[in-house]
């Protein structure tokens, strides 16, 4: 419900504004979390049967095609920040931290579509289902990237560690 009635150039203005804040302030909250809380077997990031080890992903989507393409924002905030687009290491500690990163990043997309309804305060009401439709381009390659790469990292690490115990 519109409450506040600007110019359109204002409105525009303020939309762009707006969604940088939005975003950023998502990416923040998700940084302030600790990191148990993005342990990947929870119910929000575990890897489900229908997803078939990340493979639906690539299958309906062609994730492999075109995640290259899209930016690693873990590096915006700290000169340590993990890097989740090409690991340095396979250390187990490396593959692990890519498992939190990986949900931390998946839950900041997540909580950066939630906002779009933001927009009715100060927008005409079809303008919020322009927000959404934005929200949606913008955030679910991010999502469906971090739903395709971490069961293959899972993957990776399970294996390794049953690499060893079957040598012990």
């Not at 229908?50 to 995640?67: M, P, Q, T």
């Not at 322009?130 to 990776?156: A, E, G, H």
């Amino acid at each position: 419900m519109q409450i506040i009635f600007l110019t359109s150039s204002w409105t525009i203005l303020l939309c762009f504004i707006v969604w940088p804040l939005l975003q950023v302030s998502a990416a923040f909250i998700c940084l302030k979390l600790p990191e148990r809380i993005f342990y990947s077997q929870s119910i929000f990031f575990r890897t489900y049967a229908f997803e078939n080890e990340g493979r639906l992903y690539d299958k309906i989507f062609r994730v492999k095609r075109w995640k290259h393409l899209l930016p690693d924002g873990g590096m915006i905030w700290s000169k340590k920040a993990f890097r989740k687009k090409k690991l340095e290491s396979f250390s187990d500690e490396s593959l692990t931290k890519f498992l939190i990163e990986s949900g931390r990043a998946e839950l900041t997309h997540w909580l950066a579509i939630l906002p779009f309804w933001v927009f009715g305060f100060f927008a005409p009401a079809r303008v919020i289902w322009y927000m959404l439709v934005y929200s949606l381009i913008v955030n679910l390659p991010c999502i469906i990237t971090q739903r395709y790469n971490r069961p293959r990292v899972q993957k990776l690490l399970y294996n390794r560690k049953n690499q060893r115990m079957d040598h012990h």
